[in-house]
């Protein structure tokens, strides 16, 4: 029966905790946008060139005479 009280007790923490952090956020203005997320699905999607995905993936596209073994 102790370890009900143990475990009531520290549920009653966490959600003190959880609800702290609730109002934290809530004052520091995390939720102060309400405009944009009303319009973010209008917006376009930025086009990506695939040449240049393709060059940040592998910046040494020509192969240099150095990489041979020597004898």
């Not at 520091?28 to 040449?51: A, W």
Request: proline share 4%; charged share 20%.
């Amino acid at each position: 029966m102790n370890i009900l009280y143990f475990l009531i007790g520290c549920s009653v923490l966490v959600a003190l905790v959880f609800l702290g952090a609730f109002f934290w956020a809530l004052k520091s203005g995390q939720h102060d946008d309400v405009y944009t997320p009303s319009v973010r699905i209008l917006f376009d999607d930025e086009v990506i060139n695939p040449e240049t995905v393709e060059a940040s993936k592998n910046p040494q596209t020509a192969k240099s005479d150095n990489n041979h073994i020597s004898d």
